[in-house]
């Protein structure tokens, strides 16, 4: 078993690959480096880096064991961290986010809730764009996000909402007088397409490449954001499928809203970064869940 400092010491001359600088890192000598790098390789048995009087760089079996040690140390102080929360208790600040206005109400239940059990936890609200929902819980400017499914590569909480699917199509469409429709009929139009950098599980559920009978469904444009998308559904450029709630919160007398019958529901609810699963997001998502429920 590989000791903590030997780990640590290996780790920081990777990503250095300069033995002065790691020493001033690690405040100990340069010295005490190549030990302990010397050490390591003889239990190795190969070398881990390649010295020269300039330049260090890791060999091909360095790289891989640091490619391999890199995320389990990740994890353990993650798995420290989550230990020294809970022996604190839920204590900081929460970063919280909605993305589209019918969500805001159920993350503001959720919030109240989890303030009246965790008082010495501050909850910063803020509204997240389509552009930005992806790299704001990667860069940690958003510990939550109250959002729609499928979201991919995020872990996902119990959905929270429920909504029917409604076809936006421009007030004068020949499908704005209908009562519902099927969803096989996205196969006669344009479909309005989202972001490029929307995820593709997100785009094959709301703007799918076909209907469920196989039919294909014609790309209309895309737009920057879903004001910008009725907006090309105003203009006749294509129709959109968007949840029933955009009735109420995006009512356009150029734009019409027609029941989808035989489309499955879209669910909404909370959505984090798996390896930021802090104490604070589990209680949060228990939160948000119970004032759903209430």
């Not at 010397?38 to 880096?49: D, M, N, Q, S, T």
């Not at 798995?79 to 022996?87: L, Y």
């Not at 790309?219 to 954001?225: E, I, Q, V, Y």
């Amino acid at each position: 078993m590989l000791e903590r400092h030997e780990v640590e010491t290996f780790l920081t001359l990777a990503g250095e690959l300069h033995f002065g600088r790691t020493a001033e890192k690690l405040l100990v000598t340069t010295g005490r480096i190549s030990h302990v790098i010397k050490k390591l390789e003889r239990r190795v048995g190969a070398p881990l880096f390649e010295r020269t009087s300039r330049v260090v760089t890791l060999t091909p079996i360095g790289r891989r064991l640091a490619e391999d040690l890199a995320p389990l140390v990740a994890e353990m102080e993650a798995a420290v961290n989550r230990a020294v929360e809970a022996g604190r208790g839920v204590t900081g600040q929460l970063r919280v986010a909605f993305l589209g206005e019918w969500t805001a109400p159920a993350l503001l239940k959720a919030v109240n809730l989890f303030s009246s059990r965790h008082p010495d936890c501050a909850v910063e609200i803020s509204e997240a764009q389509l552009a930005n929902t992806r790299s704001s819980l990667v860069n940690g400017e958003v510990d939550v996000l109250i959002a729609s499914y499928p979201f991919d590569g995020m872990a996902c909480g119990p959905a929270l909402l429920r909504e029917a699917r409604v076809l936006a199509v421009a007030a004068g469409h020949p499908l704005a007088a209908e009562e519902s429709v099927s969803f096989e009929v996205c196969a006669d139009y344009p479909m309005i397409q989202y972001p490029g950098i929307t995820s593709a599980a997100f785009k094959a559920d709301r703007t799918p490449a076909a209907t469920p009978g196989g039919r294909p469904i014609p790309a209309g444009p895309s737009g920057k954001s879903f004001s910008e998308m009725l907006s090309l559904v105003a203009m006749g450029k294509g129709v959109l499928p968007v949840g029933e709630h955009s009735r109420q919160y995006y009512p356009r007398p150029d734009i019409a809203y027609v029941p989808i019958h035989d489309a499955p529901p879209i669910l909404r609810g909370p959505i984090w970064l798996e390896t930021n699963t802090t104490e604070r997001v589990r209680e949060f998502v228990r939160a948000a869940v119970d004032a759903a429920n209430a």
